[in-house]
């Protein structure tokens, strides 16, 4: 194994003074993009979408909520444009001039020069880059690197949010302030495919790690084939001396071809250079050993699920490559705490959830039912799941809802509530185990006088099922915890 924090120190140029923040003039955009420039320079707030954009912006006509790679109707375009205008933008960017707004005409594809500009504001100011991608999981391990890399460093992460496409990629660059030495951006993987790709060419960063390739967002993407190929695609703006980390127990991975330096990392795969091992799950916390280099360091985190072991593997892996000690690493491990209602325990009165229910895959599914069977629970404790569907499955949703029923079958439930438009699929999968009881809802409403009828002192909740399911909307009712729509926690 091998550091490659001071390596890529020593071989990045060392700008000649760090500016507080990205200052853009029309100039400086013309310079980098090869536009002609004409008439009086102009300097700009910020580069912004018409949506966020204030008075003094430079203003992109595309929808940031859409995909980058979408070309819009001229109407649509007038309409970005009035909006813009209309809230005190400057001047605005598309590829052909829009009415009479002063405007810099660009080349189609409009995210190839949008890529090239954040790339070349960014190249010669940029800290130690980290970028995370992958089906699921990618949140968490963010959040691992935040903790773990945050012991020694002032870390710019996203503190939980999942600030993931190229919007949120641009509008994070122009924020950042030089008082940070290490700078953390996640990157969809499948909202629309090509993302990974293109967010790692505006940062060109130091060390990409990929999660897994699995199936959200399948019903878009069409096949896990293509799910891979976005997400090895973060290693297409890869730095020269940079490292791509991989998950070696995912079947795509581990074959993957890659173009830089690469580690691997897992639970199941003895082959991996940083393996999970010996681990133990509580209610409260796993135990596990990181085998790496022929020895083994021991690691605690207040995290559910034996499968965040594997997550916190790969965390260790990039601690590594960013000059971290064995001891440091795992110390700052132990520092993560869940967030929001992802891979969560939430403890009040009788109540003990164990909240995953920001999104669902079928994955995810099996991740979140193997981290409740595997949890010590006390005497007479019962396990319990609240099973919403698994959104935007598209045609594949049977097919993921049978597996989920089964799967539930398989686990040591005691009680299974089954909820949404798939119920009835799970359910009938589910009841194939005759020991398990079975109810199904309607409501929120029904699934919380359930829990009210059934749950006693020791028991353990699962919530699980897509963001749209609205999950997290149980706890809040039940025992007035606070939790809000965007994932995260009123405090």
């Given at each position: 194994?091998?550091?490659?924090?001071?390596k890529?120190k020593?071989?990045?140029?060392?700008?000649?003074?760090?500016?507080?923040k990205i200052?853009?003039?029309?100039k400086l955009?013309?310079?980098i993009?090869?536009?002609?420039?004409?008439?009086?320079?102009?300097?700009?707030?910020?580069?912004?979408?018409?949506?966020?954009?204030?008075?003094?912006?430079?203003?992109?006509?595309?929808k940031?909520?859409?995909?980058p790679f979408?070309?819009?109707?001229?109407?649509?375009?007038?309409?970005m444009?009035?909006?813009?205008?209309?809230?005190?933008?400057?001047?605005?960017i598309?590829?052909?001039?829009?009415?009479d707004?002063?405007?810099?005409v660009?080349q189609?594809?409009?995210?190839?020069?949008?890529?090239?500009?954040?790339?070349?504001?960014?190249?010669?100011?940029?800290?130690?880059?980290l970028?995370?991608?992958?089906?699921?999981?990618?949140?968490t391990?963010?959040?691992?690197?935040?903790?773990?890399?945050?012991?020694?460093h002032?870390v710019y992460?996203?503190?939980?949010?999942?600030?993931?496409?190229?919007?949120?990629?641009i509008?994070?660059?122009?924020s950042?302030?030089?008082?940070?030495?290490?700078?953390?951006?996640?990157?969809?993987e499948?909202?629309?495919?090509?993302?990974?790709?293109?967010?790692s060419?505006?940062?060109?960063?130091?060390?990409?790690?990929?999660t897994?390739?699995?199936?959200?967002h399948?019903?878009?993407?069409?096949?896990?084939?293509v799910?891979?190929?976005?997400?090895?695609?973060?290693?297409?703006?890869l730095?020269?001396?940079?490292?791509?980390?991989?998950?070696?127990?995912?079947?795509f991975?581990?074959?993957?071809e890659?173009?830089?330096?690469?580690?691997?990392?897992?639970?199941?795969?003895e082959?991996?250079?940083?393996?999970?091992v010996?681990?133990?799950?509580?209610?409260?916390?796993?135990?596990?050993?990181?085998l790496h280099?022929?020895?083994?360091?021991?690691?605690?985190?207040?995290c559910?699920?034996v499968?965040n072991?594997?997550n916190?593997?790969?965390?260790?892996?990039?601690?590594?490559?960013?000059?971290?000690?064995?001891?440091?690493?795992?110390?700052?491990?132990s520092?993560?705490?869940p967030k929001?209602y992802?891979?969560?325990?939430?403890?009040?009165?009788?109540?003990?959830?164990?909240?995953?229910?920001?999104?669902s895959?079928v994955?995810?599914?099996?991740?979140a039912?193997?981290?409740?069977?595997?949890?010590?629970?006390?005497?007479?404790?019962?396990r319990?799941?609240v099973?919403?569907?698994?959104?935007?499955?598209?045609?594949?949703?049977?097919e993921y809802?049978?597996?989920v029923?089964?799967?539930a079958?398989?686990?040591?439930?005691?009680?299974?509530?089954c909820?949404?438009?798939?119920?009835?699929i799970?359910?009938m999968?589910?009841a194939?185990?005759?020991?398990?009881?079975?109810?199904?809802?309607?409501t929120?409403?029904?699934?919380e006088e359930?829990?009210?009828?059934?749950v006693?002192?020791n028991?353990?909740?699962?919530?699980?099922?897509?963001h749209?399911?609205?999950?997290?909307?149980?706890p809040n009712?039940?025992?007035?915890?606070?939790f809000k729509?965007?994932?995260?926690?009123?405090?």
């Amino acid at each position: 194994m091998f550091r490659i924090f001071n390596k890529i120190k020593k071989s990045r140029p060392e700008p000649k003074k760090r500016p507080e923040k990205i200052h853009l003039t029309k100039k400086l955009i013309c310079d980098i993009l090869e536009l002609p420039f004409d008439g009086e320079d102009e300097e700009y707030n910020c580069l912004s979408y018409s949506t966020d954009a204030v008075k003094g912006d430079i203003v992109i006509l595309q929808k940031p909520r859409r995909s980058p790679f979408i070309t819009y109707s001229e109407e649509e375009v007038f309409k970005m444009a009035d909006r813009a205008m209309k809230k005190g933008a400057k001047r605005l960017i598309s590829t052909y001039q829009v009415k009479d707004y002063p405007c810099l005409v660009i080349q189609e594809p409009m995210i190839d020069s949008l890529t090239k500009l954040i790339h070349e504001l960014w190249k010669d100011i940029k800290p130690m880059t980290l970028s995370v991608t992958g089906s699921y999981g990618k949140t968490t391990v963010v959040s691992m690197l935040e903790a773990t890399l945050g012991t020694k460093h002032k870390v710019y992460g996203h503190d939980g949010d999942s600030l993931n496409m190229v919007p949120h990629t641009i509008s994070r660059v122009q924020s950042w302030d030089p008082s940070y030495d290490i700078f953390i951006q996640e990157a969809a993987e499948g909202a629309h495919a090509g993302v990974p790709a293109v967010i790692s060419k505006m940062l060109e960063p130091d060390v990409c790690l990929v999660t897994n390739v699995g199936t959200s967002h399948i019903e878009r993407m069409g096949s896990q084939e293509v799910i891979f190929e976005s997400c090895i695609g973060i290693q297409e703006g890869l730095s020269e001396n940079g490292l791509l980390i991989l998950n070696g127990d995912d079947p795509f991975l581990k074959n993957a071809e890659t173009k830089r330096k690469t580690i691997y990392y897992g639970m199941e795969n003895e082959k991996v250079d940083y393996r999970a091992v010996n681990a133990v799950s509580t209610s409260d916390g796993i135990s596990f050993d990181i085998l790496h280099d022929g020895k083994l360091t021991h690691c605690e985190i207040p995290c559910v699920g034996v499968h965040n072991a594997q997550n916190a593997a790969g965390t260790f892996a990039a601690a590594k490559a960013c000059g971290m000690s064995d001891k440091d690493a795992a110390g700052g491990l132990s520092l993560y705490h869940p967030k929001g209602y992802r891979q969560r325990m939430y403890h009040s009165g009788k109540y003990h959830f164990f909240l995953d229910c920001y999104n669902s895959s079928v994955e995810s599914v099996r991740s979140a039912l193997d981290a409740t069977k595997d949890m010590v629970l006390r005497e007479g404790g019962k396990r319990i799941a609240v099973m919403a569907d698994i959104a935007q499955a598209g045609e594949f949703a049977e097919e993921y809802h049978k597996e989920v029923g089964r799967y539930a079958a398989s686990s040591n439930l005691d009680i299974l509530i089954c909820y949404g438009e798939n119920k009835d699929i799970v359910a009938m999968e589910a009841a194939k185990n005759p020991h398990l009881r079975i109810f199904k809802a309607e409501t929120i409403g029904e699934i919380e006088e359930l829990l009210k009828d059934n749950v006693e002192e020791n028991d353990v909740i699962l919530l699980k099922g897509s963001h749209s399911m609205e999950l997290y909307l149980i706890p809040n009712d039940l025992v007035g915890a606070r939790f809000k729509k965007d994932g995260t926690e009123e405090i």
